[in-house]
């Protein structure tokens, strides 16, 4: 029971679980003037509602304490019903109980949605144009706005019109895997006018679906910005008809792959590149040059001390980077030095010939048909053999 003093005089004793009906009764003057109580009362329930959401997030969510306080400011929780619900159609669907946490942190109003008027149907869409569970929870959890979104006045007309671009829902889940953004743009005022933009400069459909599948950040960008990027593109001597040209765009669009961008060519001008390699090399492979700074400087330094190979060498073959220092360059070319050493292949053969072909032709190529000349080859390849050992024996 709570007391309050000094209401001119008067003791008041009251259950503040009692109805507020029953409360009113015993008051002895008038209403109006009690806005003090119900701002208590009020108080009381606000913090027992606060301290029900803030055990919820973590008990139940695995919230952090910290992380659900700050949680608790967006969302407040009545009661268990609706969030179980949520939560056991989230389980229901795939989603882990880390990606769970996630989400909620993300999206903690989603914790009061209608599971069968809100959430359900979005996912039975996605799910209808193909995409997995797997997928779709991983897209959602990365971002969970899209479940806040009209299914019938955002979601489907934007699927609508990523189909008429795409012309496959495979290819709408594969841009929907690097953004849910998609779902959510308004398309006639970011992708249209960039698709046309690019339909304008005679960029072939697909190649126009190659950077909306795979890089649809790129099409949502503002069309002044994105129709200088592709003036820019174009000035380097891009073509437009090619999939390089798209590329290109991306490579350089946002201030994150353009500060990307600059990095990588500092980087390539410290190993001697010149400008004109750097844009050969740009225009053969335009994502060299969003490559992290350390992917390139102990690629380079492989090729040239290792492998031999000049600096503008490198820059004519810029693909080479790509491939992994440790799975697919070192055993390739150590296989590719002992052969050399051995006088069974040409010491200036390429390294495209032995870094670009799968690994079956790669096996039969340079391995399986030497075993009889050098028999430990397999296992240098494999990792089981040492190349020094392997080149200082039976000379």
């Excluded at 003791?11 to 679980?17: I, P, Q, V």
């Excluded at 959510?184 to 072939?204: A, F, Q, S, W």
């Excluded at 390089?244 to 792959?257: D, P, R």
Aim: overall charge positive; glycine content about 4%; charged content about 25%.
């Amino acid at each position: 029971m709570l007391q309050l003093q000094n209401f001119h005089g008067v003791r008041l004793k009251f259950d503040l679980c009692a109805p507020l009906r029953s409360f009113r009764s015993t008051i002895p003057f008038p209403i109006h003037r009690n806005h003090t109580i119900h701002r208590l009362i009020s108080a009381k329930f606000s913090a027992e509602h606060h301290n029900f959401t803030i055990s919820y997030l973590t008990d139940t969510c695995g919230l952090l304490p910290e992380t659900a306080i700050v949680v608790s400011e967006k969302v407040q929780l009545h009661n268990r019903e609706k969030p179980d619900s949520v939560l056991e159609l989230l389980e229901s669907h795939g989603f882990s109980k880390s990606q769970i946490s996630k989400l909620v942190r993300k999206r903690p109003s989603l914790l009061l949605a209608s599971v069968n008027q809100t959430l359900l149907p979005k996912l039975e869409f996605f799910y209808s144009i193909g995409a997995s569970r797997l997928v779709l929870a991983r897209a959602l959890t990365s971002d969970p706005t899209v479940l806040t979104r009209s299914l019938q006045n955002q979601i489907i007309p934007s699927y609508r019109y990523l189909k008429s671009v795409l012309l496959s829902d495979a290819k709408v889940v594969a841009a929907l895997k690097r953004t849910s953004w998609i779902f959510l743009e308004d398309h006639t005022k970011t992708l249209m006018p960039n698709i046309d933009v690019l339909r304008d400069e005679g960029v072939p459909q697909p190649c126009i679906a190659l950077l909306l599948t795979h890089f649809p950040e790129t099409l949502m960008q503002k069309t002044d910005s994105f129709e200088e990027t592709v003036a820019e593109i174009k000035g380097m001597g891009f073509d437009p008809s090619k999939s390089t040209f798209v590329l290109a765009i991306h490579a350089i669009s946002g201030k994150g792959n353009r500060s990307i961008w600059n990095r990588c060519y500092d980087v390539y001008r410290k190993w001697g590149w010149t400008k004109e390699e750097i844009l050969m090399a740009f225009r053969k492979h335009p994502h060299c040059m969003i490559l992290s700074e350390e992917k390139i400087s102990k690629g380079m330094e492989y090729f040239t001390e290792k492998m031999g190979k000049s600096a503008g060498t490198i820059a004519k073959t810029p693909v080479v980077l790509f491939f992994s220092l440790e799975k697919r360059i070192i055993p390739r070319c150590s296989v590719l030095r002992v052969l050399s050493a051995r006088g069974l292949v040409k010491r200036d053969l390429s390294l495209t010939t032995v870094l670009l072909p799968v690994e079956k032709r790669f096996l039969e190529t340079f391995v399986i048909k030497y075993l009889e000349n050098v028999p430990e080859l397999m296992d240098l390849y494999q990792g089981n053999a040492n190349l020094d050992e392997v080149l200082a024996s039976n000379f």
